[in-house]
């Protein structure tokens, strides 16, 4: 009986005890340099998301739907490098690699929400711009105010699902042997290979769940601009076929970023997944992307431009006085 408690406690500790994570940058003058980088890029993301927020917000020349779900996707940008970058710094700086079992349930819940949420946005979107472009005449009652919110609250709501359900199917695995992730956040396939009991068929679920969340929203996207291709090439002005493709350049290069590092990441087989080249391409997708996305949308975007100069005219002026 002893035995058998004593078993059951262990057990139990094992399971809901530290996890240790490796990182991804080691204390010389190279990866110090590296680390500099991406702190850089975070705080650029920072600022740069929390201003786009801001301008649409305030700006009511941005209250279309297309910035509406540009501020819907600034806010999940913002939202994941807040749930990464901040715990991987502390972590570096302090030389305390630890998470607790709570806090990596909860990163696994956000990360995987918030990535499914975007992809899924990113798709959506792309219906967005087909309407605009093939049926301007009937943009505003296609994209009215509340198909809008459904499109955007389908995919928080589709993204938090698949989030919480990972999390709490992960995190009920016992994991009784090493504690060390060989990643720089808690990720759900490094935390897989430290599970004590066989996870291949929830690896299998797992492996259909992301072609889904990937595939369907990019087969969106894929029909879109087929669609607007096809109305652009029927246009008669090839002004105003350049003026289609250029509101979409910025829609076509924050797809192929995000899609391109998670298909790299998702949809490779287990036995070519290499730990160190995933933390890479994380990196890529969980800090470079959300820099790089309000950057994409504002310094193209002559509307963003115009709610940018308006704002720091009327900073200007208050000062004045």
């Known amino acids: 009986m002893v035995n058998n408690r004593a078993t059951g406690m262990w057990l139990n500790e094992?399971?809901?005890?530290?996890?240790?994570?490796?990182?991804?940058?080691?204390?010389?003058?190279p990866d110090l340099a590296l680390f500099s980088v991406v702190m850089v890029v975070f705080s650029v993301?920072?600022?740069?998301?929390?201003?786009?927020?801001?301008?649409?917000?305030?700006?009511?020349?941005?209250?279309?739907?297309m910035y509406f779900f540009l501020?819907?996707?600034?806010?999940?940008?913002?939202?994941?490098?807040?749930?990464?970058?901040?715990?991987?710094?502390?972590?570096?700086?302090?030389?305390?690699?630890?998470?607790?079992?709570?806090?990596?349930g909860m990163q696994v819940g956000l990360f995987v929400s918030l990535v499914g949420s975007e992809g899924l946005l990113l798709g959506l979107?792309?219906?967005?711009?087909?309407?605009?472009?093939?049926?301007p005449l009937h943009y505003s009652t296609r994209m009215s105010q509340s198909v809008c919110l459904q499109i955007a609250g389908s995919s928080w709501a589709f993204g938090t699902l698949d989030g919480l359900i990972q999390m709490v199917v992960v995190m009920t695995f016992p994991y009784c042997g090493s504690r060390v992730v060989d990643h720089f956040f808690c990720e759900v396939p490094a935390l897989l290979k430290l599970a004590?009991?066989?996870?291949?068929?929830?690896?299998?679920l797992l492996f259909a769940?992301?072609?889904?969340?990937?595939?369907?929203?990019?087969?969106?996207?894929?029909?879109?601009?087929?669609?607007?291709?096809?109305?652009?090439?029927?246009?008669?002005?090839?002004?105003?076929?350049?003026?289609?493709?250029?509101?979409?350049?910025?829609?076509?290069?924050?797809?192929?970023?995000f899609y391109g590092a998670a298909m790299f990441i998702y949809l490779r087989p287990r036995r070519y997944r290499i730990p160190s080249h995933d933390k890479v391409v994380?990196?890529?997708?969980?800090?470079?992307?959300?820099?790089?996305?309000?950057?994409?949308?504002?310094?193209?975007?002559?509307?963003?431009?115009?709610?940018?100069?308006?704002?720091?005219?009327?900073?200007?002026s208050s000062s004045q006085y």
């Open 45 to 65: 993301a920072l600022c740069g998301n929390v201003l786009l927020l801001a301008l649409i917000g305030t700006d009511s020349r941005l209250h279309t739907p």
């Open 282 to 316: 994380s990196i890529f997708y969980t800090v470079l992307t959300p820099m790089l996305n309000p950057l994409i949308y504002s310094l193209r975007n002559r509307d963003v431009m115009g709610a940018l100069r308006k704002g720091l005219d009327c900073c200007r």
């Open 71 to 104: 501020s819907q996707l600034s806010l999940m940008d913002l939202m994941l490098v807040c749930t990464i970058v901040p715990k991987m710094a502390t972590s570096f700086l302090s030389g305390r690699k630890t998470i607790s079992f709570v806090g990596c």
């Open 209 to 257: 769940c992301c072609v889904f969340m990937l595939l369907l929203p990019f087969s969106i996207i894929v029909a879109s601009y087929v669609r607007i291709l096809g109305s652009v090439l029927h246009m008669h002005s090839a002004q105003a076929g350049k003026r289609a493709l250029a509101t979409c350049s910025s829609h076509m290069t924050a797809v192929s970023l």
């Open 125 to 135: 979107m792309a219906y967005d711009r087909y309407v605009a472009i093939s049926h």
């Open 14 to 29: 094992s399971s809901t005890g530290d996890f240790i994570l490796l990182g991804i940058f080691s204390h010389s003058p």
């Open 196 to 204: 004590c009991v066989d996870t291949s068929l929830f690896e299998t």
